[in-house]
Nanobody
């Protein structure tokens, strides 16, 4: 069993910043990657940013140059620094973890944290 605990969401004005955190706990043999997804009002859940075990990162085009994903591997924690926030960034942000199980990958999700950006 793996649990993901998210924090850092809130209400911020356009142009402001927030830092999201997600800590994975429980029995984890091999954590391959962690990332952030978001789901805006009436929209599909989309990938925002991800980071692999090796440290490679990727971002969706709409957040490049504004968001930065980082990790603390010892703590199984991932962060998302969100700068220059825009109203269109408003969404529930979900933490995701990819764990290597026996001959399969297992995905875990946090409960989500609300980010609201006012204009």
């Amino acid at each position: 069993q793996v649990q993901l605990v998210e924090s850092g969401g809130g209400l911020v004005q356009a142009g402001g910043s927030l830092r999201l955190s997600c800590a994975a706990s429980g029995t984890i043999f091999s954590l391959n990657a962690m990332g952030w997804y978001r789901q805006g009002p009436g929209k599909q859940r989309e990938l925002v940013a991800g980071i692999t075990r090796a440290g490679s990162t990727n971002y969706t085009d709409s957040v490049k140059a504004r968001f930065t994903i980082s990790r603390d591997t010892a703590k199984n924690t991932v962060y998302l620094q969100m700068n220059s926030l825009k109203p269109e960034d408003t969404a529930v942000y979900y933490c995701n973890a990819e764990v290597q199980g026996y001959r399969k990958l297992i995905y875990y999700w946090g409960q989500g944290t609300q980010v609201t950006v006012s204009s």
